[in-house]
């Protein structure tokens, strides 16, 4: 166990609709990442927030967006939902002491499936 | 752009047996970290081992060491004792501040 939880573990819904899936990081971790695996594209980097303020942006599509709470969890926000969204979505959570600049290691959670009809 | 490149799809060991897994990077950086990471039929990503560039000595952890090749940007991990619960996805990832890639994995299967 990582100590990083994500809810749902499970999520179906339907093309057009809009989802949020929740991560709460590590106790004492300040930056949280998000990521995106699909089948056919292995792991996908999409953003980072440090201390609730967004750090880094991968490969994001404007259709998604994120934000991080006082309280340090984190909410990706899944909207216009195609097909090709579903996908295993991972958080990962870690220190990044260095002002925020992080190549510290990340601890992975569960992972939230999606899946798109 | 940076991009990391496993280059085994699939591998598989006899039990007991010693496995390495390949991985090689493209980068222009000179200070970045390298990392293995164990994904197994349960999907959870777990962290197996660490290696900061600026450091000339190879990574261990336990049964798993890393031979880190810095002039090669190579970096390919090692499973001593292979146990059957080694048996999941492997992938390599690169990370310098901010920036993080991962490669496509390689199946292991450990053979009892």
């Known amino acids: 166990d990582s100590g990083v939880t994500q809810t749902p573990k499970h999520l179906i819904t339907a093309t057009g609709q809009r989802v949020t899936l929740r991560c709460s990081p590590r106790?004492?971790?300040?930056?949280v990442y998000w990521y995106q695996q699909s089948l056919d594209q292995g792991l996908q980097f999409l953003i980072q927030y440090y201390n609730g303020e967004e750090r880094a942006k991968g490969n994001i599509l404007e259709r998604f967006s994120a934000q991080q709470f006082p309280d340090l969890h984190s909410e990706l926000n899944l909207s216009s939902l195609e097909l090709g969204d579903s996908a295993l979505y991972f958080c990962?959570?870690?220190?990044?002491?260095?002002?925020?600049?992080?190549?510290?290691?990340?601890?992975f959670g569960p992972g939230t499936r999606l899946t798109v009809l | 752009a940076q991009t990391v490149t496993q280059s085994q799809p699939e591998m598989s060991v006899q039990e007991a047996e010693t496995v390495t897994l390949s991985c090689t990077y493209d980068?222009?950086?000179?200070?970045?970290?390298l990392f293995w990471y164990k994904q197994p039929p349960s999907r959870q990503m777990i962290l197996v081992i660490r290696?900061?560039?600026?450091?000339?000595q190879n990574a261990t952890e336990n049964r798993f060491s890393v031979n880190f090749q810095k002039a090669a940007k190579s970096f390919s991990l090692k499973i001593s004792d292979s146990q059957l619960g080694d048996t999941a996805m492997y992938f390599c990832?690169?990370?310098?501040?901010?920036?993080?890639?991962f490669g496509t994995g390689t199946s292991l299967t450990v053979i009892p």
């Open positions: 106790s004492g971790d300040l930056s």
């Open positions: 980068t222009s950086e000179n200070n970045y970290y």
């Open positions: 990832a690169f990370m310098k501040p901010n920036q993080f890639y």
């Open positions: 990962a959570s870690s220190v990044a002491t260095s002002g925020g600049l992080s190549t510290d290691t990340q601890y």
């Open positions: 290696q900061e560039a600026y450091k000339q």
